[in-house]
Every structure is written in C-alpha cells, then in structure tokens.
C-alpha cells in the first residue's frame, strides 16, 4: 500500500479505517492512501483489512 506521510500534523484528521466488521477507527490520521486518498492512523495504515480499496474480488464493502 502506497502512503504519504503528513508534513504537519493535524490532530483533526481521524483515521478514516473501517475494520472488516464495519467499526470505524477514529485515531488521529498520519498517513494517505495513494489509492484510494484516505487517510489512516499509523496502525491501520499497513493494515490492508482497513483499506477500502483493497476489498476481496466480488466486495463491495459496508453490510450485507
């Protein structure tokens, strides 16, 4: 997964993350997706389970 990292924080950008069972994150975000452009928390940056651009074949995300 591609990132850019924040050249200044902003402690009001929250990681915008979602786990596979659709709860949100919420920590302060550091780090931008350069695929699908949001920003996430140093954790979940990495983490491609959080990343919606990078949902399984067929997914769609959100509930079924």
């Not at 850019?4 to 950008?13: F, I, T």
């Not at 550091?30 to 651009?53: I, K, N, V, Y």
């Not at 990078?54 to 959100?62: A, C, I």
């Amino acid at each position: 997964m591609e990132k850019e990292g924040l050249k200044s924080a902003d402690l009001r950008r929250l990681c915008e993350g979602v786990s596979p069972d659709d709860e949100p994150c919420g920590s302060p975000a550091t780090l931008s997706c350069l695929t699908c452009g949001r920003w996430f928390c140093g954790a979940h940056a990495e983490d491609d389970e959080w990343h919606p651009c990078v949902l399984p074949s067929g997914e769609e995300g959100g509930e079924a």
